[in-house]
Every structure is written in structure tokens, then in C-alpha cells.
């Protein structure tokens, strides 16, 4: 049964990664490859952003880097440590290029997503502001797509957080801190978290974010840089697992195009999230100038999940711990790769990082969450999705969660088709909001 399941999923998932990858491709070629054209701007209204004067709209905005940061916190998590690894262990070295097509596609997808998210955002009488793919999916689709993907996503991302709070269990259970003890304190901590609403979520994720994005890139960077000779001969592996059909690293490792593409495509589009909308969502509380602002400047999260995923995958390779069969096919991987150039404290270094990774991508979905549920429940019930999140966060703290992971991963289905057909029809018919001499 578990079997058939496998193949099953493998199956949607190759199948809904190729139906982002050609969404991605029309948005490229219409918007005239933005994510290349506005890689300057993009920095630039970084800067800005973090600089200029403060100014405070309503009590449910953010600086435009804030919202950043938290659209960020949910996309680079623990997956971005695991998802190269795993993919290069079952696709081959080459699965490296799915994740840098994934990064350059997804940009752009990103960039029309999020700048459609702060057009049709929506202000409620209460003064707070409802936003994400179901304000702009109705705007083309019918309203029965905008609740689907409200459902489907609430329910992925609650399932998502326990997976999350779940990984971070099973790091700390070895070194003496019991499941429900980690599962009460992230139970509190996220639910005082999300009770101060999107400034309290947005002021967490501007402390958190730079922190571990710094910390894991300056660990992989100096394992690279110890092995930059080998960085060509490298390069090379990668190109020729994904291109010569034929099993160049032994009996029965036969890696091709195939192999590395479905691993490859499938786990950088769900590592940064472009496609199925879940960034847009605190983006569309920014008190960005313009929605074409905040749509460039999205496009950083992307390129930053694919530059962590590329550091974690080319650290395996360049260490060849990749092909050490005792390790599993995950995180130790990476483990082994740490510890032979920092030790014992390598370990601490992806403990560490692995925490906050975990810690941030819990908050960042269990945010996102609440959005979807206020949507499907019309505004009404938030308390009771508190409750429901912070039970949800202890339970996965403490019990195995895979299978219902790998149930819910069907719900990528009603997330990403009606995403990406809304984004693709809006591009046609508001073009005009994606011209990018809007900037100011």
C-alpha cells in the first residue's frame, strides 16, 4: 500500500512540477525576464527599505523588508539543508540543475504573484487587511477556486508546521529535551508569536532570518572555498549525471535527465514556494510604495532558497560524503560534511541552524495559516485556529507525522493549479500592473 502511495505521489508531484516550471516560463517570456532585468532594483529597494523613514499605516502593515523577511522565513527552512541532499541521493548530481531552474523560473512567478497580492488586497471594515493568492485568484477564476485554495492551504500548512515542529523534536530528543517538552514550548511560543498579529510575526522574522541565513552560509561557504580546486571537476559531475544516459558512477546508479530533473524540479519548487502562492500572503501586508516594489523585491527570497539549496548541495558533493551509502539520505549527510572540517562544533553549527530554520518556517506557516482559515471562515473563528495550531504544534512534537505528510502533500494539487492559472490569466489581462517603470 505505502508502496503504491509512493509511486503515486512521485507521479503528482513530477506532474505538478512541470505544470509550475511551464507556468513559469510563459511568466519569464512575458514580463521580459524581469528577474534579470531587475536584479539592481531589487537591492536597491532592499536598501531602501531598511533605511527610510518609518512610517505607519495601520496596525496590519509592515516594512516592505519585514514582510520580506517573513515571506522568507517560511520558504528557507530545514528543506533547504535536506531537499538538495535527498534529491541528489535519488536523482543524482544533477539535480542540482532542477534546483537552478526552479530558482530562475520561480523568480519571476514570485515577482507576478506578489505584485498582484498588493493590488487586489483587501482592507476590512475592522481596518485589518486580508491578502494572498485568494484575493487575486477571484479576480479571473471563479470564487469556488479561492476557496478551495483557501481550504487546501490551510490544511498544508498546518500539516506543514507539525512536520517542522516534528524534525526539531527529533534534533533536540537525542541531546535530553523530551518531545513534549519541546512541543509545550513552541505551542506558547508560536501562539504569543501570532497573537501580536503581523508586526509581532514581522519583527521576529527581521531578527531571525539574516541570523541563519548568515550562520549556514558562512559554515558552507568555507567548506567550498577549502575545496574551490575541485569546484570545476565538480561543475562537470553535475552536467554529466543529468545528460548521459548512463550509470557513470557504478552498477545499478544510473542517473540521466530524467532521474534529476523529477528530483531536481519537484524540490526546488517546493523549497522556495514559487507557483503555489504561500509568500504573497505576508507580502500583501507591506507598505511598499507601489505593488511592483514589493513584487521585485520578493524575487530576493527566491534567488536566496535556491543559493542555500545550491551551497548544500554542491558541500555534499565536494566532500563526496554523498556517496557514503551508511549515512541515510538525509541531513547526516550534510552532518558528516561539517564535522570533517569543523569537528564536534560543525555539529552544533547544523544544530543550530537546523533549529532556527525549523523555529522560523513554523511561525512563517502558522501565520500564513491563519490567513487562509480567516478566508474560508469569512473573518470569523481566528481563537479558535490559535487553539487549533498550538494542538497540531504539540502533537507533532512528540508523534510520527510522514504518512499524513505524505497524504497532504495531495493538497499541492488545488493550490497550485489555481494559482498558477490566475497568475498566468491576470498577466494577459492587467499587464499593465507588471510594467515595471511603475518604480518609485
Given at each position: 500500500m505505502f508502496f503504491t502511495l509512493n509511486k503515486t505521489l512521485d507521479v503528482i508531484l513530477l506532474a505538478i512540477s512541470l505544470f509550475i516550471l511551464s507556468g513559469t516560463i510563459i511568466l519569464t517570456f512575458k514580463t521580459r525576464f524581469v528577474q534579470f532585468r531587475m536584479i539592481p532594483e531589487m537591492f536597491k529597494l532592499l536598501f531602501?527599505?531598511?533605511?527610510?523613514?518609518?512610517?505607519?499605516?495601520?496596525?496590519?502593515?509592515?516594512?516592505?523588508?519585514?514582510?520580506?523577511?517573513?515571506?522568507?522565513?517560511?520558504?528557507?527552512?530545514?528543506?533547504?539543508?535536506?531537499?538538495?541532499?535527498?534529491?541528489?541521493?535519488?536523482?543524482?548530481?544533477?539535480?542540482?540543475?532542477?534546483?537552478?531552474?526552479?530558482?530562475?523560473?520561480?523568480?519571476?512567478?514570485?515577482?507576478v504573484e506578489v505584485t498582484f497580492a498588493l493590488k487586489y488586497r483587501k482592507e476590512n471594515l475592522d481596518g485589518t487587511i486580508s491578502g494572498g493568492p485568494m484575493q487575486?485568484?477571484?479576480q479571473v477564476l471563479p470564487q469556488s477556486f479561492s476557496m478551495l485554495y483557501a481550504y487546501a492551504g490551510f490544511l498544508t500548512l498546518v500539516v506543514w508546521s507539525s512536520n517542522q515542529a516534528n524534525a526539531l523534536s527529533d534534533l533536540l530528543k537525542p541531546r535530553g529535551i523530551p518531545g513534549y517538552i519541546t512541543g509545550i514550548i513552541l505551542a506558547i511560543t508560536i501562539t504569543y508569536i501570532l497573537l501580536g498579529g503581523i508586526q509581532r510575526v514581522g519583527n521576529f522574522s527581521a531578527r531571525l532570518v539574516p541570523v541563519m541565513f548568515l550562520l549556514y552560509c558562512f559554515a558552507t561557504l568555507w567548506i567550498i572555498i577549502f575545496n574551490i580546486e575541485k569546484l570545476?571537476?565538480?561543475?562537470?559531475l553535475i552536467f554529466r549525471s543529468a545528460f548521459t544516459p548512463k550509470a557513470i558512477f557504478g552498477a545499478g546508479t544510473a542517473f540521466g535527465f530524467h532521474t534529476a530533473f523529477r528530483w531536481g524540479l519537484a524540490k526546488g519548487f517546493f523549497a522556495n514556494e514559487a507557483g503555489l502562492g504561500f509568500p504573497t500572503i505576508p507580502h500583501?501586508?507591506?507598505?511598499?510604495?507601489?505593488?511592483?516594489?514589493?513584487?521585485?523585491?520578493?524575487?530576493?527570497?527566491?534567488?536566496?532558497n535556491g543559493f542555500l539549496c545550491l551551497l548544500s548541495g554542491l558541500t555534499v558533493?565536494?566532500?563526496?560524503?554523498w556517496l557514503n551509502s551508511n549515512l541515510g539520505i538525509g541531513i547526516n549527510i550534510l552532518a558528516q560534511s561539517l564535522k570533517l572540517y569543523f569537528g564536534s562544533i560543525g555539529i552544533i553549527i547544523l544544530m543550530l541552524s537546523a533549529l532556527l530554520f525549523a523555529f522560523g518556517t513554523i511561525v512563517g506557516n502558522s501565520y500564513n495559516g491563519?490567513?487562509?482559515?480567516?478566508?474560508?471562515?469569512?473573518?470569523?473563528?481566528?481563537?479558535?485556529?490559535?487553539?487549533?495550531?498550538?494542538?497540531?504544534?504539540?502533537?507533532?512534537?512528540?508523534?510520527?507525522v510522514e504518512t499524513l505528510a505524505k497524504i497532504t502533500d495531495l493538497c499541492l494539487?488545488?493550490?497550485?493549479?489555481?494559482?498558477?492559472?490566475?497568475?498566468?490569466?491576470?498577466?494577459?489581462?492587467?499587464?499593465?500592473?507588471?510594467?515595471?517603470?511603475?518604480?518609485?
Amino acid at each position: 500500500m505505502f508502496f503504491t502511495l509512493n509511486k503515486t505521489l512521485d507521479v503528482i508531484l513530477l506532474a505538478i512540477s512541470l505544470f509550475i516550471l511551464s507556468g513559469t516560463i510563459i511568466l519569464t517570456f512575458k514580463t521580459r525576464f524581469v528577474q534579470f532585468r531587475m536584479i539592481p532594483e531589487m537591492f536597491k529597494l532592499l536598501f531602501q527599505s531598511f533605511f527610510k523613514k518609518k512610517k505607519q499605516f495601520t496596525t496590519d502593515t509592515i516594512p516592505a523588508y519585514k514582510a520580506l523577511f517573513t515571506a522568507m522565513s517560511t520558504s528557507i527552512g530545514i528543506g533547504n539543508i535536506v531537499s538538495p541532499i535527498i534529491a541528489i541521493k535519488l536523482g543524482g548530481p544533477g539535480a542540482l540543475l532542477g534546483f537552478l531552474l526552479a530558482a530562475i523560473f520561480g523568480s519571476a512567478s514570485t515577482f507576478v504573484e506578489v505584485t498582484f497580492a498588493l493590488k487586489y488586497r483587501k482592507e476590512n471594515l475592522d481596518g485589518t487587511i486580508s491578502g494572498g493568492p485568494m484575493q487575486y485568484i477571484k479576480q479571473v477564476l471563479p470564487q469556488s477556486f479561492s476557496m478551495l485554495y483557501a481550504y487546501a492551504g490551510f490544511l498544508t500548512l498546518v500539516v506543514w508546521s507539525s512536520n517542522q515542529a516534528n524534525a526539531l523534536s527529533d534534533l533536540l530528543k537525542p541531546r535530553g529535551i523530551p518531545g513534549y517538552i519541546t512541543g509545550i514550548i513552541l505551542a506558547i511560543t508560536i501562539t504569543y508569536i501570532l497573537l501580536g498579529g503581523i508586526q509581532r510575526v514581522g519583527n521576529f522574522s527581521a531578527r531571525l532570518v539574516p541570523v541563519m541565513f548568515l550562520l549556514y552560509c558562512f559554515a558552507t561557504l568555507w567548506i567550498i572555498i577549502f575545496n574551490i580546486e575541485k569546484l570545476p571537476s565538480t561543475i562537470n559531475l553535475i552536467f554529466r549525471s543529468a545528460f548521459t544516459p548512463k550509470a557513470i558512477f557504478g552498477a545499478g546508479t544510473a542517473f540521466g535527465f530524467h532521474t534529476a530533473f523529477r528530483w531536481g524540479l519537484a524540490k526546488g519548487f517546493f523549497a522556495n514556494e514559487a507557483g503555489l502562492g504561500f509568500p504573497t500572503i505576508p507580502h500583501s501586508m507591506s507598505q511598499s510604495k507601489t505593488p511592483i516594489n514589493q513584487g521585485i523585491l520578493s524575487m530576493l527570497s527566491v534567488y536566496s532558497n535556491g543559493f542555500l539549496c545550491l551551497l548544500s548541495g554542491l558541500t555534499v558533493l565536494l566532500t563526496d560524503t554523498w556517496l557514503n551509502s551508511n549515512l541515510g539520505i538525509g541531513i547526516n549527510i550534510l552532518a558528516q560534511s561539517l564535522k570533517l572540517y569543523f569537528g564536534s562544533i560543525g555539529i552544533i553549527i547544523l544544530m543550530l541552524s537546523a533549529l532556527l530554520f525549523a523555529f522560523g518556517t513554523i511561525v512563517g506557516n502558522s501565520y500564513n495559516g491563519s490567513q487562509c482559515f480567516l478566508y474560508a471562515t469569512q473573518n470569523q473563528g481566528l481563537k479558535y485556529y490559535y487553539i487549533f495550531i498550538a494542538l497540531i504544534i504539540f502533537i507533532g512534537s512528540i508523534s510520527e507525522v510522514e504518512t499524513l505528510a505524505k497524504i497532504t502533500d495531495l493538497c499541492l494539487i488545488p493550490l497550485a493549479i489555481p494559482n498558477v492559472l490566475g497568475i498566468i490569466l491576470l498577466a494577459f489581462k492587467r499587464y499593465d500592473l507588471l510594467k515595471t517603470n511603475q518604480i518609485n
